[in-house]
């Protein structure tokens, strides 16, 4: 993303529900330093669906420079 300012991904116009990777950590933390959570399973996801266009929208938004995503093939993004 730094160097071509783009998102290079094979996702077409499919959407996700992005989590921030300091949130990952924090619910991991929890649950290995507890036993508050023993033998239960989380699903751990974002506030709100994105397609890739949206989130290159926000990152552009969050740095003040101009990102895109750009749609690559499955095949394409193996070999990068």
């Given at each position: 993303?730094?160097?071509?300012?783009?998102?290079?991904?094979?996702?077409?116009?499919?959407?996700?529900?992005?989590?921030?990777?300091?949130?990952?950590?924090?619910?991991?933390?929890?649950?290995?330093?507890?036993?508050?959570?023993?033998?239960?399973?989380?699903?751990?996801?974002?506030?709100?669906?994105l397609?890739?266009?949206?989130?290159?929208?926000?990152?552009?938004?969050?740095?003040?420079?101009?990102?895109?995503?750009?749609?690559?093939?499955?095949?394409?993004?193996?070999?990068?």
């Open positions: 993303i730094l160097s071509d300012q783009a998102i290079y991904f094979p996702g077409g116009s499919a959407r996700a529900s992005f989590v921030d990777a300091r949130d990952i950590s924090a619910v991991a933390y929890e649950l290995l330093v507890s036993d508050k959570f023993a033998n239960r399973a989380f699903m751990v996801s974002g506030p709100e669906s397609n890739h266009d949206d989130a290159a929208a926000r990152i552009s938004a969050a740095t003040g420079k101009t990102i895109v995503y750009r749609d690559v093939t499955a095949e394409a993004f193996k070999d990068s």
